[in-house]
Protein backbone atom coordinates (compact mmCIF):
# COMPACT_ATOMS: atom_id res chain seq x y z
CA UNK A 1 0.00 0.00 0.00
CA UNK A 2 1.46 3.29 -1.12
CA UNK A 3 1.41 6.47 1.72
CA UNK A 4 -0.13 10.09 0.50
CA UNK A 5 0.60 13.04 2.75
CA UNK A 6 0.13 16.45 2.21
CA UNK A 7 -0.51 19.89 3.94
CA UNK A 8 -1.45 23.60 3.46
CA UNK A 9 -0.64 25.44 6.54
CA UNK A 10 1.98 27.80 8.17
CA UNK A 11 4.28 25.57 9.23
CA UNK A 12 7.75 24.07 6.50
CA UNK A 13 5.62 21.19 4.25
CA UNK A 14 8.87 19.70 3.59
CA UNK A 15 8.82 19.15 7.31
CA UNK A 16 5.64 17.98 8.00
CA UNK A 17 5.21 15.93 4.84
CA UNK A 18 8.25 14.06 5.44
CA UNK A 19 7.26 13.48 9.18
CA UNK A 20 3.70 12.20 7.83
CA UNK A 21 5.34 9.66 5.21
CA UNK A 22 7.48 8.34 7.84
CA UNK A 23 4.64 7.32 10.12
CA UNK A 24 3.35 5.31 6.92
CA UNK A 25 6.69 3.57 7.01
CA UNK A 26 5.72 0.33 8.34
CA UNK A 27 3.17 -0.08 5.04
CA UNK A 28 6.20 -1.05 2.66
CA UNK A 29 7.58 1.21 0.41
CA UNK A 30 10.53 1.39 -2.44
CA UNK A 31 10.99 4.87 -3.00
CA UNK A 32 10.01 8.12 -1.57
CA UNK A 33 9.44 11.80 -2.65
CA UNK A 34 8.18 15.34 -2.18
CA UNK A 35 7.61 18.33 -4.03
CA UNK A 36 6.91 21.97 -2.22
CA UNK A 37 5.41 25.31 -3.46
CA UNK A 38 8.07 28.25 -2.81
CA UNK A 39 7.97 31.78 -4.43
CA UNK A 40 5.72 30.90 -7.47
CA UNK A 41 7.33 27.88 -8.56
CA UNK A 42 7.48 24.38 -7.39
CA UNK A 43 10.42 22.29 -6.28
CA UNK A 44 10.79 18.40 -5.68
CA UNK A 45 13.12 15.42 -4.82
CA UNK A 46 12.43 12.05 -4.96
CA UNK A 47 14.36 9.38 -5.07
CA UNK A 48 14.12 4.92 -4.79
CA UNK A 49 15.44 2.96 -2.08
CA UNK A 50 14.42 4.43 2.26
CA UNK A 51 13.78 7.54 3.49
CA UNK A 52 18.26 7.62 4.13
CA UNK A 53 18.32 7.45 0.36
CA UNK A 54 15.69 11.07 0.08
CA UNK A 55 17.39 12.58 2.69
CA UNK A 56 20.90 12.21 1.42
CA UNK A 57 19.19 13.81 -2.08
CA UNK A 58 17.86 16.70 0.15
CA UNK A 59 20.69 17.28 1.78
CA UNK A 60 22.87 17.69 -1.45
CA UNK A 61 20.07 19.61 -3.32
CA UNK A 62 17.71 21.21 -0.59
CA UNK A 63 14.47 22.39 -1.10
CA UNK A 64 13.39 26.01 -0.16
CA UNK A 65 11.17 26.64 2.39
CA UNK A 66 7.56 26.17 1.70
CA UNK A 67 4.22 26.06 3.39
CA UNK A 68 2.64 23.77 1.04
CA UNK A 69 3.33 20.46 -0.20
CA UNK A 70 3.15 16.96 -1.20
CA UNK A 71 4.73 13.85 -0.68
CA UNK A 72 4.70 10.18 -1.64
CA UNK A 73 5.62 6.52 -0.59
CA UNK A 74 5.75 4.22 -3.14
CA UNK A 75 5.02 0.16 -3.62
CA UNK A 76 5.66 -0.38 -7.02
CA UNK A 77 3.28 -1.82 -9.92
CA UNK A 78 3.56 -0.19 -13.14
CA UNK A 79 7.31 0.84 -13.82
CA UNK A 80 9.62 -1.13 -11.58
CA UNK A 81 11.31 1.09 -8.51
CA UNK A 82 13.79 3.92 -10.00
CA UNK A 83 14.37 6.98 -9.44
CA UNK A 84 12.09 7.96 -12.52
CA UNK A 85 9.28 5.97 -11.73
CA UNK A 86 8.94 7.56 -7.71
CA UNK A 87 6.44 9.98 -6.92
CA UNK A 88 5.66 12.84 -7.08
CA UNK A 89 5.49 13.02 -10.97
CA UNK A 90 5.44 16.79 -12.81
CA UNK A 91 4.29 17.90 -15.96
CA UNK A 92 6.82 18.97 -18.93
CA UNK A 93 6.75 22.51 -17.68
CA UNK A 94 7.21 21.27 -14.09
CA UNK A 95 4.17 23.53 -12.88
CA UNK A 96 2.29 20.61 -11.60
CA UNK A 97 2.87 17.92 -8.92
CA UNK A 98 1.19 14.63 -8.66
CA UNK A 99 0.98 11.48 -6.15
CA UNK A 100 -1.11 8.52 -6.41
CA UNK A 101 -2.12 5.31 -5.20
CA UNK A 102 -3.77 2.53 -6.91
CA UNK A 103 -3.44 1.83 -10.10
CA UNK A 104 -5.38 3.98 -13.54
CA UNK A 105 -6.60 1.26 -15.86
CA UNK A 106 -6.71 3.02 -19.02
CA UNK A 107 -3.31 4.66 -18.32
CA UNK A 108 -1.68 3.40 -21.72
CA UNK A 109 -3.73 4.62 -23.75
CA UNK A 110 -3.97 8.43 -22.19
CA UNK A 111 0.05 8.33 -21.97
CA UNK A 112 -0.13 7.41 -26.20
CA UNK A 113 -2.73 10.27 -26.81
CA UNK A 114 -0.26 12.66 -24.56
CA UNK A 115 2.55 11.64 -26.55
CA UNK A 116 0.95 12.18 -29.77
CA UNK A 117 -0.13 15.48 -28.43
CA UNK A 118 3.97 16.42 -28.05
CA UNK A 119 3.91 15.60 -23.84
CA UNK A 120 7.11 14.20 -23.03
CA UNK A 121 7.14 11.13 -20.60
CA UNK A 122 9.83 10.63 -17.97
CA UNK A 123 8.59 7.34 -16.22
CA UNK A 124 6.70 4.10 -16.97
CA UNK A 125 3.93 5.18 -14.76
CA UNK A 126 0.67 5.42 -14.65
CA UNK A 127 0.95 8.47 -12.38
CA UNK A 128 2.69 10.66 -14.60
CA UNK A 129 -0.52 10.61 -17.15
CA UNK A 130 -2.59 12.32 -14.65
CA UNK A 131 0.25 15.08 -14.23
CA UNK A 132 0.49 15.97 -18.16
CA UNK A 133 -3.86 15.37 -18.27
CA UNK A 134 -4.01 18.51 -14.81
CA UNK A 135 -1.69 20.66 -16.73
CA UNK A 136 -3.79 20.56 -19.89
CA UNK A 137 -7.06 21.10 -17.97
CA UNK A 138 -5.37 23.57 -15.87
CA UNK A 139 -4.09 26.08 -18.79
CA UNK A 140 -7.80 26.06 -20.47
CA UNK A 141 -9.94 26.29 -16.67
CA UNK A 142 -7.09 28.15 -14.54
CA UNK A 143 -8.71 25.85 -11.53
CA UNK A 144 -6.85 23.32 -10.15
CA UNK A 145 -9.63 21.75 -8.54
CA UNK A 146 -12.07 21.52 -11.77
CA UNK A 147 -8.71 20.22 -13.78
CA UNK A 148 -8.76 17.27 -11.19
CA UNK A 149 -12.61 17.14 -11.93
CA UNK A 150 -12.02 17.07 -15.66
CA UNK A 151 -9.21 14.65 -15.68
CA UNK A 152 -11.13 12.06 -12.91
CA UNK A 153 -13.95 12.33 -15.63
CA UNK A 154 -11.23 10.58 -17.75
CA UNK A 155 -9.81 7.78 -15.93
CA UNK A 156 -10.83 4.19 -15.14
CA UNK A 157 -9.68 2.38 -12.37
CA UNK A 158 -8.90 2.43 -8.20
CA UNK A 159 -6.78 5.50 -7.18
CA UNK A 160 -6.41 8.41 -4.72
CA UNK A 161 -4.53 11.40 -6.54
CA UNK A 162 -2.61 14.65 -4.33
CA UNK A 163 -1.96 17.30 -6.67
CA UNK A 164 -0.49 21.24 -6.37
CA UNK A 165 0.32 23.85 -8.99
CA UNK A 166 2.98 26.55 -9.01
CA UNK A 167 -0.13 28.83 -9.83
CA UNK A 168 -1.85 27.96 -6.56
CA UNK A 169 0.89 28.36 -3.99
CA UNK A 170 -1.70 28.14 -1.25
CA UNK A 171 -3.40 24.98 -2.52
CA UNK A 172 -3.81 21.12 -2.64
CA UNK A 173 -6.42 19.26 -3.99
CA UNK A 174 -7.49 15.42 -3.97
CA UNK A 175 -9.53 13.03 -5.45
CA UNK A 176 -10.11 9.37 -5.02
CA UNK A 177 -11.93 6.09 -6.39
CA UNK A 178 -12.35 2.95 -4.49
CA UNK A 179 -9.57 4.22 -1.86
CA UNK A 180 -8.69 6.35 1.12
CA UNK A 181 -8.37 9.96 1.13
CA UNK A 182 -8.46 11.61 4.86
CA UNK A 183 -8.49 15.07 5.84
CA UNK A 184 -7.37 16.14 9.04
CA UNK A 185 -8.33 19.69 10.31
CA UNK A 186 -6.30 21.76 12.42
CA UNK A 187 -6.02 25.39 13.68
CA UNK A 188 -5.25 27.64 10.30
CA UNK A 189 -4.08 24.17 8.86
CA UNK A 190 -5.27 21.54 6.85
CA UNK A 191 -3.45 18.03 5.90
CA UNK A 192 -4.42 15.24 3.43
CA UNK A 193 -3.27 11.26 3.86
CA UNK A 194 -4.25 8.02 2.88
CA UNK A 195 -4.14 7.58 6.39
CA UNK A 196 -5.34 8.94 9.76
CA UNK A 197 -1.66 7.47 11.44
CA UNK A 198 0.10 10.11 8.79
CA UNK A 199 -1.63 12.95 10.38
CA UNK A 200 0.53 14.67 13.85
CA UNK A 201 -0.58 13.83 17.39
CA UNK A 202 -2.64 17.38 17.74
CA UNK A 203 -5.26 16.80 14.75
CA UNK A 204 -8.24 15.01 16.12
CA UNK A 205 -11.01 16.24 13.51
CA UNK A 206 -10.86 13.87 10.40
CA UNK A 207 -13.20 14.06 7.45
CA UNK A 208 -13.60 11.38 4.47
CA UNK A 209 -13.37 12.27 1.06
CA UNK A 210 -16.16 9.86 -0.23
CA UNK A 211 -16.29 7.91 -3.76
CA UNK A 212 -15.52 10.07 -6.66
CA UNK A 213 -15.02 13.20 -4.88
CA UNK A 214 -12.57 16.06 -5.21
CA UNK A 215 -10.87 17.80 -2.45
CA UNK A 216 -9.72 21.39 -2.49
CA UNK A 217 -7.87 21.97 0.92
CA UNK A 218 -6.36 25.63 1.53
CA UNK A 219 -5.33 26.89 5.20
CA UNK A 220 -8.60 28.50 5.84
CA UNK A 221 -10.59 25.95 4.55
CA UNK A 222 -11.93 22.63 2.82
CA UNK A 223 -14.03 22.14 0.08
CA UNK A 224 -15.56 18.75 -1.53
CA UNK A 225 -17.44 18.25 -4.47
CA UNK A 226 -17.96 15.10 -6.55
CA UNK A 227 -16.60 14.57 -10.16
CA UNK A 228 -19.23 16.73 -12.10
CA UNK A 229 -19.11 19.66 -9.03
CA UNK A 230 -21.54 18.93 -6.78
CA UNK A 231 -21.00 19.90 -3.60
CA UNK A 232 -20.98 17.16 -1.07
CA UNK A 233 -21.70 16.13 2.16
CA UNK A 234 -19.00 16.07 4.53
CA UNK A 235 -18.36 13.36 7.56
CA UNK A 236 -16.44 14.14 10.42
CA UNK A 237 -15.23 12.40 13.36
CA UNK A 238 -12.84 12.52 16.00
CA UNK A 239 -9.45 10.32 16.14
CA UNK A 240 -6.81 9.48 19.10
CA UNK A 241 -3.28 10.50 18.69
CA UNK A 242 -2.28 7.36 16.98
CA UNK A 243 -5.02 7.97 14.46
CA UNK A 244 -7.79 5.46 15.83
CA UNK A 245 -11.25 6.55 15.70
CA UNK A 246 -12.89 7.88 19.03
CA UNK A 247 -16.34 7.67 17.97
CA UNK A 248 -18.81 6.71 14.61
CA UNK A 249 -18.09 9.28 12.23
CA UNK A 250 -21.70 10.40 11.85
CA UNK A 251 -20.88 13.54 13.52
CA UNK A 252 -19.89 17.17 12.79
CA UNK A 253 -17.69 18.67 15.32
CA UNK A 254 -18.24 22.46 13.40
CA UNK A 255 -21.94 21.64 13.91
CA UNK A 256 -23.01 21.67 10.15
CA UNK A 257 -24.50 18.11 10.17
CA UNK A 258 -22.81 17.71 6.89
CA UNK A 259 -22.11 20.82 4.29
CA UNK A 260 -21.43 24.49 5.58
CA UNK A 261 -19.38 27.77 5.24
CA UNK A 262 -15.68 27.58 4.42
CA UNK A 263 -15.19 29.80 7.49
CA UNK A 264 -16.26 27.39 9.74
CA UNK A 265 -13.24 24.90 8.65
CA UNK A 266 -15.44 22.93 6.16
CA UNK A 267 -17.01 24.07 3.29
CA UNK A 268 -19.52 21.99 0.93
CA UNK A 269 -17.55 23.40 -2.42
CA UNK A 270 -20.15 26.42 -3.48
CA UNK A 271 -16.79 28.95 -2.40
CA UNK A 272 -15.43 27.55 -5.92
CA UNK A 273 -12.55 24.84 -6.78
CA UNK A 274 -9.61 27.07 -5.35
CA UNK A 275 -8.96 29.76 -3.53
Not at 101 to 125: C, K, P, V, W, Y
Not at 149 to 173: I, K, N, S, W
Not at 238 to 251: F, N, T
Request: proline share 4%; with cysteine.
Amino acid sequence: MCGIVAYAGGRSALDVVLAGLRRLEHLGYDSAGVAVLVDGGLAAAKKSGTFEDVRRELSERPLPAGTTGIGHTRLATHGPPSDENAHPHLDDSGRVAVVQNGDIDDFAGLRAQLAARGHEMASSTDTEAAAHLLAEHFSSCYDLAEAMRQVCRQLTGTFALAAVHADEPEVVVGACRGLPLLVGLGDGEVFLASDAAAFPPHVRDVADVGADQVVTLHRDGVWITDFEGVPGDVRTYRVDGDGDAEMDGASDPYGHGGAGAPTAGIGDGTGGGSR
